[in-house]
């Protein structure tokens, strides 16, 4: 029996290439497996659900959503860990981490799919990757096939008429400040990766494979860059930083969008619970609307975990006094 874990995934796909960045930061004997039409029923043995990555275990056993994969895989390669010692910070990086999973998806998502050049962009990478021997005639074909589905389906993150502005001005806020946190720093919590640092880099490097996040990310971003580049093949240069040394930049990005997220994901689940087809929310004065469906389920069981993370830490000072100020505290409380 084989030692090697088999992640099957894709370039293309943030949730895949946080889960391989874990793996090599690790040091996991593991092969990375491009999920294409030649390796589809070896795939489909061990998803369950027909997303990516699935990662196959050398007993054969199958794991599938990136953040229960990566808490498996820390139970069983515990050091070097990927939480920082106190409570505070441990749970400020689950907290980033989801927000980067739900929110920074969506903007990841709303700029793949949103104008022509990204759109042909991705789906392009899609069809090589998914067809490598196929004629280009065929390529172009599927190409056409899967941004037509891509493009309807932005009512998934969100991503409409209503919200595309908000979404960009979003964007860009983020990471003005995920830039700003990243000066003098080689990850997110010093100068080892946490579990936030996968989850937020999947997405932010996606987003910079195409051609208009991409753009802006190489406008003026240097430490962000640098660090697009470092996760990649993570190592550990240090030791996690003393919170109070991050907090005077790591506050801000919690204050803005992670704190404009856990207001989102709030109405969301209560609309659920209500039964409504619709959801419109007030975030910071502009409206967000956006109909409610499948997936909006799964985010509302996201949120559901959070909290339940938050309350083992509940009752610790230093975290609820962050989160008070931040603006966080009133969304994970309820």
């Given amino acids: 029996m084989s030692d090697r874990y088999r992640i099957f995934g894709a370039e293309v796909s943030p949730y895949s290439v946080k889960v391989r960045s874990y793996f090599r930061y690790k040091g996991i004997p593991h092969e990375w497996i491009v999920r294409s039409m030649a390796t589809m029923s070896e795939y489909q043995k061990y998803a369950k659900l027909p997303i990516i990555p699935a990662v196959a275990t050398p007993q054969d056993e199958a794991l599938q959503d990136s953040t229960p994969i990566l808490e498996a895989m820390e139970a069983r390669f515990p050091e070097p860990s990927i939480h920082p010692p106190t409570a505070a910070g441990r749970f400020l990086s689950e907290l980033i981490e989801e927000f980067a999973d739900e929110w920074g998806n969506k903007w990841m998502f709303h700029f793949r799919w949103a ?191 959070l909290r339940r993370k938050f309350a083992e830490h509940g009752d610790d000072a230093e975290l609820r006094a962050i989160l008070d100020r931040t603006g966080c505290l009133e969304f994970l409380a309820a």
Avoid: C
């Fill in 115 to 305: 104008r022509p050049a990204d759109q042909e962009s991705a789906a392009a990478r899609i069809v090589a990757s998914m067809m490598p021997d196929a004629s280009e005639e065929e390529q172009a074909k599927m190409a056409d096939g899967i941004r037509e589905r891509m493009v309807s389906r932005g009512w998934v993150v969100g991503s409409n008429e209503k919200t595309a502005a908000f979404l960009e001005d979003s964007f860009r806020n983020g990471v003005d400040l995920l830039e700003r946190h990243l000066a003098g720093r080689s990850y997110l919590f010093g100068d080892r990766p946490a579990l936030a640092d996968f989850g937020l880099w999947g997405q932010i490097y996606n987003a910079w494979t195409d051609p208009t996040p991409g753009a802006i990310l190489e406008q003026g971003y240097p430490n962000t860059r640098g660090w697009i580049d470092r996760m990649l093949e993570p190592k550990q240069e240090g030791e996690f930083a003393d919170l109070d040394g991050l907090l005077p930049t790591l506050e801000p990005l919690l204050r803005g969008e992670v704190r404009l997220f856990l207001a989102w994901s709030d109405a969301n689940a209560k609309a659920l619970e209500s039964g409504a087809e619709e959801m419109t929310v007030d975030l910071d004065g502009k409206t967000w609307w956006q109909t409610v469906g499948g997936p909006q389920k799964y985010h509302a069981k996201t949120l559901k975990e």
